[in-house]
């Protein structure tokens, strides 16, 4: 028998939520698909870190750090890299300013749990039911 050795990608992500919808970016080199706000953690970087640089760079906006709060941890198989995991740590927190796409950010929009599915990798898709069940989204 053999085994594969499986990656893990450890990320970070922002869930900014207004009227019962979350904000999600959508890269230039992926039309199809939006992400949540965030990115992966790199060596020596905190979380909190990580979200301001990556939020700062998708958006163009600060993050209100204070109004971080967690709220919990996901993982699923990658949807575009083989023998790949992502765990994702999410936040939710406010942002300093007006958000707007920046650097590889094509489109920003607000969603609420009735976004057309082909929209979501597997692991967003988690992170949506989790927002329903607990009520932060609609």
Same mark, same amino acid.
């Given at each position: 028998?053999?085994?594969?050795?499986?990656?893990?990608?450890?990320?970070?992500? +922002?869930?900014?939520?207004? #009227?019962?919808?979350?904000?999600?970016?959508?890269?230039?080199?992926?039309?199809?698909?939006?992400?949540?706000?965030?990115?992966?953690?790199?060596?020596?970087?905190?979380?909190?870190?990580? +979200?301001?640089?990556?939020?700062?760079?998708?958006?163009?906006?600060?993050?209100?750090? #204070?109004?971080?709060?967690?709220?919990?941890?996901?993982?699923?198989?990658?949807?575009?890299?083989?023998?790949?995991?992502?765990?994702?740590? +999410?936040?939710?927190?406010?942002?300093?300013?007006?958000?707007?796409?920046?650097?590889?950010?094509?489109?920003?929009?607000?969603? #609420?749990?009735?976004?057309?599915?082909?929209? +979501?990798?597997d692991l967003t898709e988690r992170?949506?039911?989790?927002?329903? #069940?607990?009520n932060y989204i609609a």
């Open positions: 028998s053999y085994s594969t050795t499986m990656r893990t990608i450890n990320k970070v992500a +922002l869930a900014v939520i207004q #009227d019962k919808k979350i904000l999600m970016a959508r890269s230039r080199k992926n039309k199809a698909v939006f992400y949540t706000l965030g990115g992966k953690v790199e060596a020596n970087e905190s979380d909190i870190e990580c +979200l301001v640089r990556e939020v700062k760079e998708e958006i163009g906006v600060e993050i209100n750090i #204070d109004s971080l709060i967690f709220l919990g941890s996901f993982q699923a198989s990658a949807h575009d890299k083989i023998d790949t995991i992502i765990k994702i740590k +999410l936040y939710t927190g406010s942002l300093l300013g007006v958000p707007k796409p920046s650097g590889e950010v094509e489109e920003i929009a607000f969603f #609420d749990s009735t976004i057309d599915k082909k929209h +979501l990798t992170v949506f039911t989790f927002l329903k #069940d607990k």
